[in-house]
């Protein structure tokens, strides 16, 4: 279903979208991630290398963690997707839905932008398991922080 879209905020996952840059109107951004720190070339290298079975059970480990943090606040705090062609915010038609188009990114077939409007966030994905945390507004940081690490993952400046 598509959503009444707001301009505004249509015209700031544009530019983030777009450009890879923070908006003006951005307060503060994050990346969600797997991983507690910022890797590094060989470490990179190694965590999203494929060449045995225990390496793909880790990378899909990794992907399971993320669909089932976005399962979990899809069902609190309502998350729409951002449809670049059409230019509009639509909401999820079914749980499958959002998972099919978190492991096109996660698998980096496809981007995608997620606007929460409750607490005026954005996800926009970055690839290698990770994704841009953008909040628009001033929100309580401590309790959204909560929620990631609760769901093992983590939040890195």
């Known amino acids: 279903m598509i959503k009444e879209s707001n301009k505004e905020i249509i ?18 951004s994050y990346s969600l991630s797997v991983h507690n720190h910022w890797l590094n070339v060989e470490e990179a290298d190694k965590a999203y290398s494929l060449l045995d079975f225990d390496d793909y059970l880790r990378f899909t480990n990794n992907e399971i ?5 976005f399962i979990k606040f899809n069902k609190t705090y309502s998350i729409s997707y951002f449809n670049d062609d059409l230019n509009t ?4 038609e079914n749980e499958g839905e959002l998972i099919d188009i978190i492991i096109k990114d ?12 409750s607490m005026d966030l954005l996800f926009i994905s970055i690839f290698d398991q990770e994704v841009g945390i953008y909040f628009i507004s001033h929100n309580d940081r401590e309790f959204f922080i909560k929620i990631v690490q609760d769901n093992g993952l983590y939040l890195l400046d």
Do not use: G, M, Q, W
């Not at 963690?65 to 943090?69: D, S, W």
């Open 65 to 69: 963690l993320i669909v089932k943090f």
């Open 106 to 117: 996660l698998r980096e077939i496809d981007r995608f932008v997620f606007y929460v409007e």
């Open 11 to 28: 015209d700031i996952i544009r530019e983030v979208y777009e450009n890879r840059l923070a908006s003006a109107l951005i307060v503060e």
């Open 89 to 92: 915010l639509n909401d999820f």
